[in-house]
T-cell receptor, first 115, second 114 residues
């Protein structure tokens, strides 16, 4: 119930193309769904996040689509660039009233954008 | 730069030893989280502190312990180290208030147990 399943494990996209990464969760109590980007040797950096009361959020070239009934959410990277080549993690958390908020991460997707 | 600092950046030690990893959260953040990243287990939550008190525990081994000090920095202690403890250890912090869900990660400590 605490798992977040992410696919694909790896993705190769041509420059200018659309990269799509999908995640699915089981626990309907999750109320926050962030995506993190990680470059080799660096810590994960928050890219974009969504709460379950909206179905889509867009920030620049990055869009999260959220389907509450299917318990799925996805990251779309438009006009993918070689600089987007990194590992992407989806995550989910539940906050409630106790100031907790541990992130449950997907297994990660390694994205390679070819020039 | 997230504003979260971690020391040391790299650590090489032997099995059976004990190490301490240090984390300084972003200025004003009360929550500190520790995560372990390994190739086979991915990113796993270990433990969270909020303003000096333990708030949540994940898959943290009994050989591991943590604390958060009055100045809000945190330390993760790993003892009786095993080869399988080799991993990246990340600290994250989150602000209070409206954006408390947002976690900012430090650069990590890479631990190698030989």
């Amino acid at each position: 119930q605490q798992q977040v399943k992410q696919s694909p494990q790896s993705l190769i996209v041509q420059k200018g193309g659309i990269s799509i990464i999908n995640c699915a969760y089981e626990n309907t109590a999750f109320d926050y769904f962030p995506w993190y980007q990680q470059f080799p040797g660096k810590g994960p950096a928050l890219l974009i996040a969504i709460r379950p009361d909206v179905s889509e959020k867009k920030e620049g070239r990055f869009t999260i689509s959220f389907n509450k009934s299917a318990k799925q959410f996805s990251l779309h990277i438009m006009d993918s660039q070689p600089g987007d080549s990194a590992t992407y993690f989806c995550a989910a958390s539940f906050h409630g009233s106790s100031n907790t908020g541990k992130l449950i991460f997907g297994q990660g997707t390694t994205l390679q954008v070819k020039p | 730069d997230s504003g979260v600092t971690q020391t040391p950046k790299h650590l090489i030690t032997a099995t059976g030893q004990r190490v301490t990893l240090r984390c300084s959260p972003r200025s004003g953040d009360l929550s500190v989280y520790w995560y372990q990243q390994s190739l086979d287990q991915g990113l796993q939550f270990l433990i969270q502190y909020y303003n000096g008190e333990e708030r949540a525990k994940g898959n943290i081994l009994e050989r591991f312990s943590a604390q958060q000090f009055p100045d809000l920095h945190s330390e993760l202690n790993l003892s009786s180290l095993e080869l399988g403890d080799s991993a990246l250890y990340f600290c994250a912090s989150s602000p209070r208030g409206r954006d408390q869900e947002t976690q900012y990660f430090g650069p990590g400590t890479r631990l190698l147990v030989l």
